[in-house]
């Protein structure tokens, strides 16, 4: 239990001042789930808990959430005073309460008396409007983060889908006893590359769930070697799609830092997301340059190019862009994986041109 004395906004006061605010101070018991206004009721005045709490609360999103409880010494209501404006939420005696009450009038004019009391209550609802700003950003980071997880578990469970579709199919087609050789061999292999598909979708998420790596083991090697050997794959997946990989020229022969497997992830999936652009098939460019400093690999396709509408979500989650399948992280995994190599990544497109996805790794 606390005396107007006690209460912070009032701290400042003289004797006379608190002789004078009790005169106009009115006690209100209220009982335990009493509610003490409502939102929409008329802002009459301000309220001090003298003791037990009191809650406030308002709707959220078409729900009624509590924002704050209060105890004893605690003002509420307070927005009343310096606008004449209904109640914007709803105040509720948590338990057994005693509130003192200043009508709206009375608090008026002894404010304009008091500028003490008047810049402690300027001081009371900025703090209290700061509360509930990161209150709300809280929530509002929540339900984004809630919104990711639910776009994240769609993407997953429905790229899963084809290839445990296509597995089961072949399975059941292996379990024949008149199936030919020729069959079954097309049919494991089937299997196989659907693995190799799954494989690739849990080496996603895993690269996509990681933080920022400050320990991988990233060694100097020859580029050139390195791009020469990853070459044969990066063919042996495009052409069965009708879509050609050319090299007009070579990567320079420097030494790079860095991570074989995970800089090859970045290579198939530019690679692929290329080849899902050109489903009538096409041709992909690799080319290379060095100033010194670093060198810029680049890949073009000969693909419709990048719509206007999405060039600045490139490299966002869950972007997948109209493709039939994929978790849509492929690029935003290339995005992490470069600049896990201190590197840079980015796209342009030209008219009457496909698509160019550039990275650049530092030189040591």
């Known amino acids: 239990m606390v005396g107007l004395e006690s209460i912070e906004l009032f701290r400042g006061l003289s004797r006379e001042e608190l002789q004078a605010l009790r005169l106009i101070a009115r006690e209100q018991p209220f009982a335990a789930q009493t509610t003490i206004f409502k939102e929409g009721d008329p802002g009459d005045g301000v ?41 914007s939420a709803t105040a509720i005696a948590a338990r057994d309460s005693v509130a003192y009450f200043l009508p709206r009038g009375e608090m008026l004019s002894f404010i304009q008396r008091s500028p003490g009391l008047a810049f402690s209550l300027l001081q ?18 929540q339900a984004e983060r809630l919104a990711v997880v639910g776009n994240f578990a769609r993407s997953i469970v429905h790229d899963l889908k084809n290839p445990l579709s296509i597995i089961g199919l072949s ?12 069959a079954r061999a097309e049919a494991a292999a089937r299997i196989r590359r659907q693995v190799e598909r799954i494989g690739d979708l849990v080496s996603d998420i895993l690269i996509y769930t990681e933080g920022k790596r400050t320990d991988l083991d990233l060694k100097p090697a020859p580029y050139h070697a390195y791009v020469m050997g990853l070459l044969p794959e990066l063919q042996a997946e495009a052409e069965p799609k009708g879509v050609r990989v050319q090299m007009p020229n070579e990567p320079p022969p420097v030494l790079v830092r860095f991570n074989p497997r995970r800089l090859s992830r970045v290579f198939h999936n530019l690679a692929h997301n290329a080849t899902d652009m050109m489903p009538g098939g096409g041709v992909i460019y690799l080319r290379f340059k060095s100033d010194g ?15 206007p509408e999405m060039a600045g ?15 849509g992280l492929g690029l935003s995994i290339c995005k992490k994986v470069i600049e896990d190599h201190s590197g840079r990544i980015w796209a342009r497109s030209e008219p009457g041109r496909g698509a160019v996805f550039a990275f650049a790794l530092p030189l040591p």
């Open 293 to 307: 400093r670093e060198i810029v690999t680049e890949m073009e396709d000969t693909g419709p190019g990048i719509a």
């Open 124 to 141: 009371q609802i900025s703090r209290r409007l700061r509360d509930f700003n990161q209150m709300h950003l809280r929530e509002v980071v």
């Open 313 to 327: 979500r490139l490299f966002e989650e869950f972007a997948t862009f109209g493709k039939e399948h994929g978790t």
């Open 47 to 87: 309220y001090f808990v003298k003791n037990g709490l009191v809650e406030i609360s308002g709707l959220v999103a078409g729900s009624r959430r509590v924002l704050s409880q209060l105890g004893p010494g605690e003002t509420f209501g307070e927005m009343a005073v310096i606008e004449h404006r209904p109640r």
């Open 171 to 182: 399975a059941e087609m292996l379990a024949r006893p008149d199936l030919k050789p020729e």
